[in-house]
Protein backbone atom coordinates (compact mmCIF):
# COMPACT_ATOMS: atom_id res chain seq x y z
CA UNK A 1 0.00 0.00 0.00
CA UNK A 2 1.62 3.37 -1.25
CA UNK A 3 1.53 5.98 1.65
CA UNK A 4 -0.11 9.16 0.68
CA UNK A 5 1.94 11.64 -1.20
CA UNK A 6 3.16 14.75 0.52
CA UNK A 7 1.57 18.04 0.59
CA UNK A 8 3.45 21.16 0.85
CA UNK A 9 2.92 22.93 3.71
CA UNK A 10 1.28 26.23 1.50
CA UNK A 11 -1.22 23.66 -0.31
CA UNK A 12 -2.29 22.18 3.10
CA UNK A 13 -5.81 22.81 4.55
CA UNK A 14 -5.77 25.57 6.85
CA UNK A 15 -8.29 26.10 9.83
CA UNK A 16 -10.20 28.85 9.75
CA UNK A 17 -8.97 32.03 11.57
CA UNK A 18 -10.75 33.80 14.24
CA UNK A 19 -11.92 36.78 12.52
CA UNK A 20 -13.01 33.95 9.59
CA UNK A 21 -15.13 32.43 12.54
CA UNK A 22 -16.05 35.28 13.76
CA UNK A 23 -17.97 36.77 10.71
CA UNK A 24 -18.90 33.72 10.03
CA UNK A 25 -20.96 33.38 13.15
CA UNK A 26 -22.12 36.46 12.65
CA UNK A 27 -23.52 35.76 9.08
CA UNK A 28 -25.25 33.11 10.73
CA UNK A 29 -26.52 35.02 13.22
CA UNK A 30 -27.82 37.25 10.49
CA UNK A 31 -29.86 34.46 9.42
CA UNK A 32 -31.60 34.04 12.68
CA UNK A 33 -32.10 37.54 12.98
CA UNK A 34 -34.07 37.28 9.54
CA UNK A 35 -36.02 34.10 10.80
CA UNK A 36 -37.13 35.87 13.88
CA UNK A 37 -38.38 39.14 11.60
CA UNK A 38 -40.01 36.71 9.03
CA UNK A 39 -41.92 34.87 12.26
CA UNK A 40 -42.70 37.93 14.09
CA UNK A 41 -44.45 39.06 10.44
CA UNK A 42 -46.43 35.95 9.47
CA UNK A 43 -47.79 35.61 12.79
CA UNK A 44 -49.16 39.29 12.44
CA UNK A 45 -50.58 38.92 9.16
CA UNK A 46 -51.99 35.46 10.23
CA UNK A 47 -53.69 37.05 13.08
CA UNK A 48 -55.55 39.77 11.20
CA UNK A 49 -56.13 37.68 8.67
CA UNK A 50 -58.21 35.09 11.27
CA UNK A 51 -59.42 38.28 12.67
CA UNK A 52 -58.16 38.70 16.15
CA UNK A 53 -56.07 41.07 17.63
CA UNK A 54 -52.68 41.19 16.79
CA UNK A 55 -49.95 40.90 19.76
CA UNK A 56 -49.00 44.14 21.10
CA UNK A 57 -45.41 45.32 20.07
CA UNK A 58 -44.82 42.57 17.61
CA UNK A 59 -44.58 44.83 14.37
CA UNK A 60 -41.99 46.27 16.32
CA UNK A 61 -39.50 43.87 16.43
CA UNK A 62 -38.47 43.60 12.67
CA UNK A 63 -38.64 46.92 12.31
CA UNK A 64 -36.00 47.10 15.38
CA UNK A 65 -34.55 44.04 14.40
CA UNK A 66 -34.23 44.99 10.75
CA UNK A 67 -31.03 47.68 11.97
CA UNK A 68 -29.22 44.79 13.01
CA UNK A 69 -29.86 43.11 10.64
CA UNK A 70 -27.86 45.51 8.05
CA UNK A 71 -25.20 46.06 10.44
CA UNK A 72 -24.26 42.59 11.17
CA UNK A 73 -24.97 40.96 7.61
CA UNK A 74 -23.12 44.42 6.55
CA UNK A 75 -20.16 43.20 8.80
CA UNK A 76 -20.29 39.33 7.54
CA UNK A 77 -20.22 40.77 3.56
CA UNK A 78 -17.16 43.08 4.06
CA UNK A 79 -15.40 40.03 5.24
CA UNK A 80 -15.86 37.84 2.47
CA UNK A 81 -15.20 40.52 0.01
CA UNK A 82 -19.12 40.31 -1.14
CA UNK A 83 -20.26 43.52 -1.37
CA UNK A 84 -21.15 44.76 -4.71
CA UNK A 85 -18.67 46.45 -6.42
CA UNK A 86 -18.50 49.12 -9.73
CA UNK A 87 -15.23 47.72 -11.05
CA UNK A 88 -15.23 48.60 -14.64
CA UNK A 89 -12.54 51.46 -13.92
CA UNK A 90 -11.19 49.57 -11.15
CA UNK A 91 -10.32 46.91 -13.95
CA UNK A 92 -8.78 49.04 -16.16
CA UNK A 93 -5.90 49.72 -13.61
CA UNK A 94 -2.94 47.13 -12.63
CA UNK A 95 -2.03 45.26 -9.81
CA UNK A 96 -0.33 48.59 -8.45
CA UNK A 97 -3.85 50.94 -9.18
CA UNK A 98 -5.58 48.78 -7.61
CA UNK A 99 -4.00 48.31 -4.18
CA UNK A 100 -3.87 52.32 -4.52
CA UNK A 101 -7.51 52.54 -5.06
CA UNK A 102 -8.55 49.60 -2.84
CA UNK A 103 -6.62 51.06 -0.02
CA UNK A 104 -8.24 54.57 -0.69
CA UNK A 105 -11.90 53.79 -0.67
CA UNK A 106 -10.99 51.16 2.14
CA UNK A 107 -9.84 53.86 4.26
CA UNK A 108 -12.39 56.52 3.30
CA UNK A 109 -15.00 53.69 4.23
CA UNK A 110 -13.25 53.51 7.58
CA UNK A 111 -13.30 57.20 8.39
CA UNK A 112 -17.08 57.01 7.52
CA UNK A 113 -18.03 54.17 10.01
CA UNK A 114 -15.83 55.94 12.21
CA UNK A 115 -17.49 59.01 12.35
CA UNK A 116 -20.82 57.10 12.66
CA UNK A 117 -19.38 55.78 15.93
CA UNK A 118 -18.82 59.37 16.76
CA UNK A 119 -22.34 60.42 16.54
CA UNK A 120 -23.40 57.26 18.10
CA UNK A 121 -21.42 58.65 21.33
CA UNK A 122 -24.56 61.48 21.80
CA UNK A 123 -27.17 59.45 19.98
CA UNK A 124 -27.45 56.39 21.83
CA UNK A 125 -27.32 57.85 25.22
CA UNK A 126 -30.26 60.32 23.86
CA UNK A 127 -31.86 57.62 22.88
CA UNK A 128 -32.30 55.48 25.70
CA UNK A 129 -34.54 57.78 27.09
CA UNK A 130 -37.31 56.95 24.91
CA UNK A 131 -39.28 53.94 24.84
CA UNK A 132 -40.88 52.34 22.05
CA UNK A 133 -44.79 52.28 21.63
CA UNK A 134 -45.70 48.49 21.80
CA UNK A 135 -42.79 46.73 23.70
CA UNK A 136 -41.50 49.28 25.99
CA UNK A 137 -38.21 48.86 25.18
CA UNK A 138 -35.71 51.56 25.46
CA UNK A 139 -34.22 52.84 21.88
CA UNK A 140 -30.79 52.87 23.16
CA UNK A 141 -30.41 48.90 22.17
CA UNK A 142 -31.99 49.67 18.68
CA UNK A 143 -29.33 52.42 18.63
CA UNK A 144 -26.42 50.40 19.42
CA UNK A 145 -26.58 48.29 16.36
CA UNK A 146 -25.05 51.60 14.71
CA UNK A 147 -21.59 51.82 16.55
CA UNK A 148 -21.70 47.96 16.87
CA UNK A 149 -22.11 47.64 13.20
CA UNK A 150 -19.41 49.92 12.16
CA UNK A 151 -17.07 48.78 14.43
CA UNK A 152 -17.86 44.85 13.08
CA UNK A 153 -17.29 46.43 9.62
CA UNK A 154 -13.82 48.58 10.25
CA UNK A 155 -12.20 45.34 11.64
CA UNK A 156 -12.17 43.72 8.04
CA UNK A 157 -11.41 47.30 6.22
CA UNK A 158 -8.36 47.34 8.29
CA UNK A 159 -7.56 43.59 7.42
CA UNK A 160 -7.68 44.73 3.32
CA UNK A 161 -5.64 47.68 4.03
CA UNK A 162 -2.92 45.33 5.44
CA UNK A 163 -2.94 42.67 2.71
CA UNK A 164 -2.82 45.44 -0.10
CA UNK A 165 -0.05 47.21 1.59
CA UNK A 166 1.81 43.74 2.07
CA UNK A 167 0.82 43.29 -2.06
CA UNK A 168 2.30 46.76 -2.81
CA UNK A 169 5.11 46.56 -0.52
CA UNK A 170 6.16 42.83 -2.30
CA UNK A 171 5.43 45.11 -5.80
CA UNK A 172 7.79 48.13 -4.78
CA UNK A 173 10.73 45.93 -3.20
Known amino acids: MASPPQQDPEDAPRAPSTGARLYDGL ?10 MTAAVFLQVVLRYLGLVGIDGLEEVPRFLFVWLVMIGAAAA ?11 FLNRFGPLGRS ?13 FAYLIYLSLTLVPNAGLQTSAGLGLTLDWVFLSIPVGSALIIAPMLRNIYFDAKRLWRKLS
Open 78 to 88: MWRHEHTVLDY
Open 100 to 112: LISIATNGLGIWL
Open 27 to 36: AYLGGLILAV
